[in-house]
């Protein structure tokens, strides 16, 4: 089992950044390959980045390559996001997600989930 807690979203204007934690329970943490989705009102879960086990291996969809930066901290068990040069349509509520294979990038393939950071981004 494994235990995720988001934190770090909020409101900030467009053009700005913010950092998103996601800690985990467990000794395990540097078997799991960890992903950041996001949902956003009468849309979808869509992937958003993710990274190894190791943390050798990122990817990140379209939208969000170049400006988003995913990294991980396997001694303080957590990932982080950073998310730089924020536009509205970024605003949605962004969750982590843990399994066991890395590339996995649809949200039903995960198999633990956090409750989720709300991130807005006005214009």
């Known amino acids: 089992q494994v235990q995720l807690v988001e934190s770090g979203g909020g409101l900030v204007q467009a053009g700005g950044s913010l950092r998103l934690s996601c800690a985990a329970s467990?000794?395990?943490?540097?078997?799991?390959?960890m992903g950041w989705f996001r949902q956003a009102p009468g849309k979808e879960r869509e992937f958003v980045a993710d990274?190894?086990?190791?943390?050798?291996?990122?990817y990140y969809a379209d939208p969000v390559k170049g400006r988003f930066t995913i990294s991980r901290d396997n001694a303080q068990n957590t990932v982080y996001l950073q998310m730089n040069s924020l536009k509205p349509e970024d605003t949605a509520v962004y969750y982590c997600?843990?399994?066991?294979?890395?590339?996995?990038?649809?949200?039903?393939?995960?198999?633990?989930w956090g409750q989720g950071t709300q991130v807005t981004v006005s214009s």
């Open positions: 467990g000794r395990t943490f540097s078997r799991y390959a």
């Open positions: 997600a843990a399994n066991l294979v890395y590339g996995r990038r649809t949200p039903g393939e995960y198999d633990y």
């Open positions: 990274i190894s086990g190791g943390g050798s291996m990122t």
